[in-house]
């Protein structure tokens, strides 16, 4: 466990636990300890932690949202249950302040930048949340890592739109991967390339590694994205952008509002990234034995593209979720491969928590850049 300065505190006496790690995304994680231990008493609002898997690996670390404690009729036994985020809310937690330096009520129109997808998401960070952020958005013991320039040149232009939708869609576009993660006292903003790890990586009935399985295919929810950008009425800039209509032989079109720019490139970008979210879906969604050659942490993570044999099917593609539980008897972990993730097939109220989540943010959007 860590304090609010990011210091070592012990280690919890934890009975079972869980998490959720996600691509790109906020992780989730959920620890039962024994509230009859001394140590167990330490634990504070706005403490956090560290999860390391049995070869030393950083699983995930962050802060916690929630504390429950349950005692027992008679008194004896106690139990603390500990329930919390990922360090990556630090990015959905904020929102991109059109001019940081000036603050939040400043007349200003947009921030704006232009480069590889990789310097253009560093400096996101680094002006609205990281070292060079004013004190009032700055975040404590934030740094961010050396750019590599990666990623293909994009361009933005956002005003009170959320950091991690922004880096999301950045990273969608240039296939680049992000996180931040606890290093010592300091808490890294870290980008990097995604590993293509499908011949050294390969999960399968035979050698142990997949259990039950299920895969699901959707239709899109998309093949035609409109958007709008600055103006209104008949003045409006408008960008349409279609896609095929597929096996589904479905035509949906969907709206985007993008009042904050008229660049025809961020339109297009704009476009592209509704018809990625929104497109057909095919999942696969396995338990994951961890065999002596194979084992998740050390030789594979999220993010890494691998290789799934199931039965007569191979399916080559990234590993988008990873959601994993333990106790005495030992670790039970499911995982979900695709283009992107679904993660209703792993956990369905968590799935329907998302969906719910992205739905209000994409109307808070509408409505601030109006």
Known sequence: MRDTTLHHRGTLPVIAGSCVIRNNDVSTWSLTVDGNNVRSERFQPGWGIQIFDTFGNQVLSGPATEMKTVVSGDNRTRTLTISGVSDDTYLSDSLVIPNPTEGAEADSDLWKATGAAETVMRKLVNEQIGPSAPDDYRISDLVVMADGGRGAEVSVSERFTNILEVLQAQATT???????????????????????????????????????????????????AIVGGVGSGATRKMWRVPSEVGDWNRRVTKFVDRQSTSDEDELQQAAENELENKGEKASVTFEANDIPRLRYGRDYVVGDKITVNLDESLIQDTLQVAEMSWDEKGRVTKMQVGPVADESKLNESTGTVLELYKKIWAEVRRNQTR
């Open 174 to 224: 240039a296939s680049l991967l992000f996180t931040v993660r606890q290093a010592g006292q300091e808490l890294q903003f870290r980008i990097s390339e995604p590993r293509d790890l499908t011949k050294a990586v390969r999960l399968t009935r035979h050698n142990g590694a997949v259990g039950e399985y299920s895969t699901e295919r959707k239709a899109p929810e998309a093949t035609e």
